[in-house]
């Protein structure tokens, strides 16, 4: 049963079309991810571009340091501001930030305020280095910072202040240095899941509405398996064509990235791509945990659309819903007053797929004094959401095809 459900969903040609275009998507921001990295190599004053960028940024990161010390940070910042010049100038570009490279964006931001979307780059011409630059002690006092100000939609409790806090000091530190070019770039091609979910919404809207729209409907609950075993058979083939459909095209990326370009970096911590994240996690287990957040964004979104296909018998009707869930919350702006507003608009799939973002939000959800993460919260709300849709598929297609009698 479940091989003639995947036949109706293959035999379609809007979808075949739709799973093509979305492999061709990663396929063409794969080219281009790899073809368009550059590097500049101070020994020929050139920009390298391609493969060749990612093997001379290695090499330069190597050169650079192993560990991430306050020593070294200080001895950077010195040299930095021994140049004495201003660092937002095209001169201070070319002559220091732009050979130094990844190392002086990753520095920078640290001691860049969290609430400011663009890096100031003077802020290291201010660094007092009469005790060294502190590197490490100025990424808590950032946090910290950040969780005692005063916010218009309302403040940190004092219980999410104290897990935040704890969560950021449990992090290993000193970090570990290393080029991230090769990991930001699968890192990237996994969020393209995020374009592949609509791949998932066209094919998944008409498993039951088609049945309606063709006349079966009705018939098919005559059946002996028809009110139990035959949707069931309809949930289970589109879950698992969405997680074979997700994970082939992820498979496929990340194995041609490999081979091409290496896994470098993979045991690099995360905090390099972010200093203040509080997740002692490295490059590999974050990319794993994108693709298991898109995938479990993915397998709500189509058992979601499933319990709207039972029940409002119109594949055209639920193709639009699956779209207007993914697309118009993008819209949604952050309110300035209200805390709760801001806590369910994190929550929306367009947010809650970009983990990048999630991991440095410093977002949380409060039950009394009990903390949970905005990450745990993701996995608890889809969970439950998925429950609650899979529950009420089988009712909505016996009730719509009993009113189409």
Not at 53 to 78: C, G, N, P
Not at 158 to 177: C, D, H, L, T
Not at 211 to 232: D, M, P, V
């Amino acid at each position: 049963m479940i091989w003639f459900e995947w036949k109706k969903i293959f035999g379609r040609r809007l979808n075949i079309i739709a799973m093509i275009s979305g492999y061709v998507l990663i396929a063409v921001c794969m080219f281009n991810y790899i073809t368009q990295e550059r590097f500049y190599d101070k020994t020929t004053d050139t920009y390298l571009e391609g493969m060749e960028s990612f093997s001379r940024s290695r090499e330069q990161a190597a050169q650079q340091t192993k560990i991430i010390t306050d020593e070294y940070i200080t001895q950077l910042v010195q040299q930095i501001q021994n140049y004495q010049l201003d660092l937002e100038r095209d001169d201070a570009y070319m002559e220091v930030i732009r050979p130094l490279g990844d190392i002086f964006y990753f520095t920078v931001k640290n001691y860049t305020d969290m609430r400011e979307e663009i890096i100031d780059n003077n802020v290291l011409n201010a660094i007092d280095l009469s005790k060294g630059a502190q590197f490490y002690k100025q990424r808590m006092a950032k946090i910290k910072d950040y969780l005692n100000m005063d916010f218009s939609s309302g403040n940190y409790k004092e219980a999410e202040k104290q897990y935040w806090i704890q969560k950021a000091e449990n992090v290993e530190v000193p970090f570990r240095w290393g080029s991230k070019r090769e990991m930001s770039t699968i890192w990237e091609i996994i969020n393209i899941g995020f374009y592949l979910v609509f791949v998932i919404i066209i094919c998944v809207s008409p498993v039951f509405a088609s049945e309606y729209e063709s006349g079966a409907a009705a018939l098919l609950l005559t059946t002996k398996f028809g009110k139990n075993r035959l949707i069931y058979t309809k949930i289970l083939a589109s879950v698992i064509f969405t997680v074979g459909y997700l994970t082939l095209g992820n498979l496929l990326a990340v194995a041609t990235i490999g081979l091409l370009l290496g896994f470098h970096g993979a045991d690099l911590p995360v905090q390099l791509w972010n200093s203040v994240i509080p997740y002692s996690m490295n490059a590999a287990q974050v990319c794993l945990l994108t693709f298991v957040i898109i995938l479990l964004i993915s397998i709500t979104i189509a058992l979601f659309l499933l319990c709207c296909s039972a029940g409002l018998r119109s594949s055209l009707a639920v193709l639009v819903i699956g779209v207007t869930i993914m697309i118009a919350p993008a819209f949604f702006p952050m309110s300035k007053e209200s805390g709760l507003w801001n806590h369910l608009n994190y929550l929306f799939p367009v947010r809650a797929i970009d983990v990048k973002e999630m991991l440095g939000s410093f977002v949380s959800y409060t039950v009394g004094n009990f903390v949970i993460s905005y990450l745990a919260m993701v996995v608890i709300v889809y969970t439950a959401v998925s429950a609650a849709a899979l529950a009420f598929t089988r009712k909505g297609f016996v009730r719509g095809s009993l009113r189409g009698k």
